[in-house]
């Protein structure tokens, strides 16, 4: 109980540092002017990502070599399959 309670002391006490780093940053952007114009690109980034994850990727390919990816795929899951069931066949012999 006490390491729970040491966790989350330690927890307030990273939150409170945080929180006045930020501000003091908040502070040096707002004396120096440049705080709008840093809020303004940090937008404009969050914008650009959202319209990039929010596309369907385009997938340019050919039957044939779609299924050559698939038949890969395949290859791979088996080797795994085959690797695991021999990890576990060795630590059930020790």
């Given at each position: 109980?006490?390491?729970?309670?040491?966790?989350w002391f330690h927890y307030i006490l990273?939150?409170?540092?945080?929180?006045?780093?930020?501000?003091?940053?908040?502070?040096?952007?707002?004396?120096?002017?440049?705080?709008?114009?840093a809020i303004d690109e940090l937008m404009?980034?969050?914008?650009?990502?959202?319209?990039?994850?929010?596309?369907?990727?385009?997938?340019?390919?050919?039957?044939?070599?779609?299924?050559?990816?698939?038949?890969?795929?395949?290859?791979?899951?088996?080797?795994?399959?085959?690797?695991?069931?021999?990890?576990?066949?060795?630590?059930?012999?020790?």
């Amino acid at each position: 109980m006490t390491s729970v309670v040491f966790v989350w002391f330690h927890y307030i006490l990273n939150s409170v540092y945080f929180i006045s780093v930020q501000g003091e940053l908040q502070q040096a952007l707002l004396s120096l002017g440049e705080f709008q114009s840093a809020i303004d690109e940090l937008m404009s980034w969050v914008d650009k990502t959202l319209t990039l994850i929010n596309q369907p990727p385009s997938i340019y390919s050919d039957p044939k070599t779609t299924d050559i990816e698939l038949k890969n795929i395949k290859v791979c899951r088996r080797k795994q399959i085959f690797a695991f069931i021999f990890q576990s066949k060795h630590y059930l012999k020790v």
